[in-house]
């Protein structure tokens, strides 16, 4: 696989992702202690992925433009910063509701440095590469669940929640400023020549902007329900937390190997990239009825493997889809503006889930109609039309 080149610009955008979107696989393991400490229910909790949704539905379009204007590096360094001094504020939080004021105030920060920035930054200064770049820039996921939840796992083991997040988003603070003021130039502004008023003019007619931004809210919103079932659905089959954070470490390293795929396949499947995203959302599919039916470690491995691997290989499919079908010049505007789309399942998804869970005592039946969820959304890849370029 050839590397990119420029490189820098590509490490930092994984270290971005691997910081931001790559942390929500940990967020299940607070959720035993918040519910304990706070005396609320599960179902409650699972609400707070919402603000990872309602934030980016709200500013993402005004953020898209933002980026496609301004530098780079002082839109993702406000970011980290907010982000990560958000988490530690959460820490000294005395009750539940300055803990969501302080998510949202993550969830906010997360919007500045996350996928709408960095995937915009990746197909403007990759351009012919993006599927490459974009897959490399994913890996930065896929390698946050490896490394976290063990990491999670262990720490909530021997101390408190309290002290395992401050610690967690100290180190994420130091790591993101190094990476960025090391890997973006200061004062890079990818303003292209198109007129972005004509090419902007009229995406919202396009059928593509609404079904791929469907397609991905519907496999999007899996993937955070997931993300917060994943620890208690372990611990209800009988697992640590220990336990999970290594389940879900075999589920990051299997993402990296889907990933690295899609990287190392490059833009050659440029044109049958519609069918390869169906292709992930329908093995992920699979994935969640081996995981409906696994009693045991054996049966558990392969499940988490599949659906690592085909999550995983899903992620860049967002960013990459819009860059087939909309031209660069407003390719961070599409990204956001698509994000309000984002926002019904996630309101009903992650909270429907906790109150399923509260009232079985399993997942289920969340697992089934998760799997249902990803086969309609496969059917809405399939649906696109013809490629204009």
Not at 307 to 327: C, E, K, Q, T
Request: overall charge positive.
């Amino acid at each position: 696989m050839q590397i990119l080149s420029p490189l820098r610009p590509v490490l930092t955008g994984m270290c971005c992702l691997a910081l931001g979107p790559g942390m929500m696989g940990i967020y299940g393991f607070f959720v035993e202690p918040l519910s304990k400490e706070f005396d609320v229910g599960v179902a409650m909790l699972n609400v707070g992925p919402v603000a990872l949704l309602l934030v980016p539905a709200i500013l993402g379009s005004w953020i898209g433009k933002m980026a496609d204007q301004l530098p780079i590096r002082n839109i993702l360094l406000i970011g980290v910063t907010l982000g990560m001094l958000s988490l530690m504020a959460i820490t000294a939080a005395p009750a539940l509701w300055l803990v969501a004021l302080g998510f949202l105030s993550f969830s906010l920060g997360l919007t500045l440095y996350g996928p709408v920035v960095i995937n915009g930054l990746m197909v403007k200064l990759y351009s012919g590469r993006e599927a490459r770049a974009l897959a490399i820039v994913a890996i930065g996921i896929s390698l946050a669940s490896a490394i976290l939840p063990p990491l999670v796992g262990t720490l909530l083991e021997h101390t408190s929640w309290r002290l395992a997040l401050l610690s967690l988003a100290a180190g994420a603070l130091v790591i993101l400023w190094l990476a960025i003021l090391t890997g973006i130039p200061k004062g890079i502004v990818l303003t292209p020549t198109t007129d972005k008023a004509t090419v902007a003019k009229g995406f919202y007619s396009n059928k593509a902007f609404w079904l791929i931004g469907l397609c991905v809210a519907l496999a999007l919103n899996v993937a955070i329900v997931l993300a917060v079932c994943y620890p208690p659905l372990f611990a209800s089959k009988g697992y640590t937390m220990g336990d999970a954070g290594w389940f879900l470490a075999l589920g990051g390293v299997s993402g990296l190997v889907g990933k690295s795929c899609l990287a190392w396949l490059g833009d050659g499947v440029r044109h049958y990239v519609k069918w390869l995203a169906a292709a992930m959302l329908f093995l992920q599919s699979a994935g969640l009825g081996l995981l409906f039916i696994a009693s045991d470690t054996s049966q558990m491995i392969p499940a988490m493997c599949l659906l690592g691997f085909s999550g995983g290989a899903f992620i860049p499919m967002h960013p990459y889809l819009n860059s087939r079908y909309f031209d660069a010049a407003i390719i961070s505007q599409v990204n956001g503006a698509q994000m309000p789309l984002f926002l019904p399942f996630g309101l009903v998804g992650a909270p429907l889930a906790g109150y399923t869970f509260d009232q079985t005592g399993n997942y289920d039946a969340v697992l089934i109609s998760l799997a249902a969820t990803l086969c309609l959304a496969a059917l809405l890849a399939l649906g696109l039309p013809k490629q204009a370029k």
